[in-house]
């Protein structure tokens, strides 16, 4: 990425913190960092100041730093990483925002201690996930990339779902071939759930084989050019009662349903609840056990969820999955999952494959 989209994020979070009369913002989410600079270490700290931006790591990242951000002010930590930007900011006399929920108590109090009684320090949640939940083009386009991919790979597996199978020998080809495409690797574990296991939403693969007449819910994603794709596929092994095809067909209409409702100025909730409605009129509706969808990008859950109670305002350049489902305790699960893109209208799906009910 080029350093001047890193140069106009930094000036955004600058206009936020002002909104928050607070001079500097401390970044200790890997992920933010990332997003505001382009390191790619796994240790280090971002200081967002009036003039500069500070990006402190240790001797293991020092070349790494000097590659992927020569721009930034860049700090060696000595005592220890929270105690060195702790040290900088008393030095530097600003006041500092700082994400709670982004820090353990530990690090909180290193920091404090070295800064001083002087620093007024203040809380401030979400001002950088707020600006990850607007895409730019570049990162939809890596989003489609990583959900072209896992479309790819759910199309090659569901092609090896028999009777017999391990869910760990479909989870196995699962890595395997998200690597062989590219992927720098999975954005979760995948979840391969046969039988009564697939009313387990997030099961983890087992030594289970899968048998006849059974419901297997695969749900996968790849991690492409850094950003995640999140895709779930249900099938059915042998042919599928007429109860399997009602349930199916319910979810599928809560999928198109969401679909339907996902556009800019809605609230979040909105879509969730269209989805919960379609599931409710078919008496589905207490099986419907999570929230209808997830914004993915640089991690696979963030910024906005479509959910209960969640009155965020959608905007334009959102990346969301949309996947409501049903687990009916030791019987099976059905889930249905794509990533779309909020346009400045409506939506559009980024992941494409079919998703009409399979039997196998
Ligand atoms: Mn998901």
Redesign the pocket.
Known sequence: MEVRVYAKRIELVRAALRAKRAEALLVTHLPNIFYLTGFTGDSGFLLVEPERTTLFTDGRFRVQARAEASWANLVMQRAGLAATVGAHIARAKLSVAYCPSQLSLATWQAARHAAGSKVRWRAAEGIIEALRAIKSPAEVAAIRAAGKVACEVMHEVIALVRPGVRELDLAAEIGYRLRRKGASGESFEAIVAAGPRSALPHARPSERRIGKNELVVL?L?AILRRYCS?L?RTVFVGRAPARVKRWYRAVQNAHAAACEALRPGVRAQEVDRAARQVLQRNGLGRFFVHST??G?GLE??EAPRLGKGQATLLQAGSVV?I?PGIYIEGVGGIRI?DDARVTADGSELLTTLGRDLLEL
């Open positions: 749900d994603g999140d779930t969808g997830h993915l696979i859950h999955t996947e999952e």
